[in-house]
């Protein structure tokens, strides 16, 4: 069976400070992948998806970027945080297929102060 | 553009009591899927249903049902005799095909159900 792993789980970084948030799933192989984010209270905001390694696209300009350098492994990163960054990373998976479910991580709690 | 709605923020029902969520969409596409994702205090979303634009039957597991109408474009969810771990937001998310067959998922803003024992 497929399974998704994130980490950390929690975060607490001050503005200014990169980031690096971790995402890997087991079990599939050639999946595509998904960075969203949840701001507290408010639904999910799709911020990268990516097709194949090396592959990504993105769907919100800001200070974030993200990159997938082996095929199961997903990683989203800031050189610079800011207040605004903060809420809840969540990673998905699907596969390769038109309109395929896509199955979410556990997530990681960011607060930036 | 696609859309989704939920306008039920909030609801509080007593343990055992059945609930409806309801869900509304908006979309130009002719094929599209319909989802409900559970969020528990823990966070992670797990999916519960998904749905093809062309199958209208509605679904039934266990005491979860999904009345799925084309015609008012609304996919409600309901609980039958609710517990307290059914306690959690409830988001309803709409497909949309772009780039290379994958897929993006259009989120309503989401439900908080508690379940009060």
Known sequence: ?113 | AQKVTQAQTEISVVEKEDVTLDCVYETRDTTYYLFWYKQPPSGELVFLIRRNSFDEQNEISGRYSWNFQKSTSSFNFTITASQVVDSAVYFCALSEAFNFGNEKLTFGTGTRLTIIP
């Open chain 1, 1 to 113: 069976s497929q399974t998704i792993h994130q980490w950390p789980a929690t975060l607490v970084q001050p503005v200014g400070s990169p980031l690096s948030l971790e995402c890997t799933v087991e079990g599939t192989s050639n999946p595509n992948l998904y960075w969203y984010r949840q701001a507290a209270g408010r639904g999910l905001q799709l911020l990268f998806y990516s097709v194949g390694i090396g592959q990504i696209s993105s769907e919100v300009p800001q200070n974030l970027s993200a990159s997938r350098p082996q095929d199961r492994q997903f990683i989203l990163s800031s050189k610079k945080l800011l207040l605004s960054d903060s809420g809840f990373y969540l990673c998905a998976w699907s596969r390769g297929q038109q309109r395929d479910t896509q199955y979410f991580g556990p997530g990681t709690r960011l607060t930036v102060l």
